[in-house]
Nanobody
Framework: QVQLEESGGGSVQAGDSLKLSCAAS????????VAWFRRAPGKEREFVAA????NTYYGDSVKGRFSISMAENIVNLQMNSLQPADTAVYYC??????????????????WGQGTQVTVSS
């Protein structure tokens, strides 16, 4: 069992940076694939980034702007050059170490409550 808690959300201006953190309690993060997803109002959940087996993966809309990293039982999402389109609730998720299907939310067993990120123009 893994409990996840996100932090770091907030309201920023376009072009600003923000760092989200996901802290895990229970089993060590190193046993899991850990990902960030987001859901904007009126839209479906979208894959943002993941770390698995020492590799990192990014959704097309955030490549080059966002960076995911893991340190012990915390996974950080550094978000740079934020745009209004990045406004969403961001969720941390963990699942068994994946080799495929990393961008599919159904492959993740554990989810945090989410943290709001609002980017204004």
């Amino acid at each position: 069992q893994v409990q996840l808690e996100e932090s770091g959300g907030g309201s920023v201006q376009a072009g600003d940076s923000l760092k989200l953190s996901c802290a895990a309690s229970g089993r060590a993060f190193s046993r899991y694939t850990v990902a960030w997803f987001r859901r904007a109002p009126g839209k479906e959940r979208e894959f943002v980034a993941a770390t698995s087996w020492g590799n990192t993966y990014y959704g097309d809309s955030v490549k080059g702007r966002f960076s995911i990293s893991m340190a012990e039982n915390i996974v950080n999402l550094q978000m740079n050059s934020l745009q209004p389109a990045d406004t969403a609730v961001y969720y941390c998720a963990a699942g068994p170490r994946l080799h495929t299907g990393i961008n599919y939310s159904v492959n993740y067993n554990y989810w945090g409550q989410g943290t709001q990120v609002t980017v204004s123009s």
